[in-house]
């Protein structure tokens, strides 16, 4: 299926409700919206859903904004939504004159007592409708009583069809639905209308959401057509679980980025994990967005829930640090006061598991250290000094040093070469010394191979 069923620009959204942390479920919608509308050269919008003002906060929000920053996706324009109250106000008046917007008095007590006794006589626990059948004399009178309605979206009771971009065609018959609470008794929206006027007012053309929503579409598309607007394509995302299998949770603070982002994992591996994990395309580190933009395909994404493990993402970061160009990972070795330029970089990326550990090869090439020196290597590593080359030193001056160490020594393989890297490096294992050394510099190879601090 193509991204968009109509010839319009292209504009999709993002819509958390800043209520917590961001996780990486809510990553792959974010992307998903983001990454369609890049590669069509569409716009991308954030919108705050934080009509709720007891659970919103504006450092969420701000959180939120952070995290799409971290991830390479800032939006083209941020909208909140309790800046608009006053349009879905006037879309409830408008409904209300349709007489598609009824006030019900029912309390909560009242209404899961009703629910109870469908349940007992095997029936769904569906609203009844009885508020339409007051007449305004009851009206007056409950609101004598002091009561004060909410106002429910009166449904047509018909099959609400659309053509899913993940899920393919979808039919839900209305009738099986409540006629959804679409303003509180207190005046507040729930985020049902303010979401379709919003997607109306700033002209969406598709909506990418968690598969959690499915009920919701049918609700939306009866309100897009009530409100006489263009109803915009929809694709419902499987969800992300943690390993377990259980949800994930912005409340309890699963996997949100920001926690990811300290643990040092890497944006990139993040958003391919997030994107890519269940869905027919294999998991794979991506050297930049415009990579994974071209890997989204919302007919491979998979119909059943996605486990997200944290263990793949180390892997995952790891494999995209290999691949990093030095472009991507400049201004971050800078701003680390790591200098050695692209040679440096290439030099160790391969040995990377978090982009911190650049910082420790580059104190080992140039930050004053001791080599480690078993006492039985000592006098072959003294010739070793001795036999160094002069500087400008190169890619091949390895291996042009080792030949004749080699040649002098009678050493060979691990015996020549094991502890030239202890003396030199004081590890095990690491980058290859042929890119190291011309880095080192002579002066510090040289002391450090004599046992000193070099
Ligand atoms: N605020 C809703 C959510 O976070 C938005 C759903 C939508 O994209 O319409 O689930």
Known sequence: ???????????????????????????????LNALIARRSGGTFIL???????????????????ADLGWLGIAPDITVRQSD???????????????????????SEEELDLKRGL?????????????????????RARLE????RPHWRFRLEHRVVAWDDGVRGPQQVDTSTLSDPVLVRADGSFLYTLPSVVDDLALGVTQVIRGEDHVTNTAVQIEIFAALGGPVPGFAHHNLLTLPSGEGLSKRLGHLSLSALREAGQEALAVAALSVLVGTSHAVEPVADLHALAAMVDLAAISRAPARFDPADL????????????FSAAAARLEAAGIEGGEAFWLAVRANLSRFDDARGWWEIVAAPQAGVIAEDDRAFLTEAANLLPAE??????????????????GRSGRGLFHPLRLALTSRETGPELAALLPLMGRARAEERLRGGVG
């Open 1 to 31: 299926m193509s991204d968009f069923p109509r010839n319009a620009a292209p504009v999709l959204r993002f819509a958390p409700s800043p209520t917590g942390l961001i996780h990486v479920g809510n990553a792959r919608t974010a992307l």
């Open 47 to 65: 919108r705050f859903d934080d009509t709720d003002a007891a659970r919103s906060r504006a450092e969420y929000a701000d959180a939120i904004a």
């Open 84 to 106: 608009r109250i006053a349009d879905y106000a006037a879309a409830a008046e408008r409904l209300k004159a349709m007489g598609r917007l009824y006030p019900a008095y029912e």
């Open 118 to 138: 469908q349940r007992a006589r095997g029936l769904p626990p569906v609203y009844d409708r009885a508020a339409l059948a007051l007449t305004p004399q009851d």
């Open 144 to 147: 004598a009583e002091g009561r």
């Open 314 to 325: 180390d892997a995952l970061t790891a494999r995209t640090l290999h691949i990093m160009p």
């Open 392 to 409: 400008p030193w190169d890619g091949a001056t390895w291996k042009a040093w080792t030949s004749a160490v080699k040649a002098a020594t």
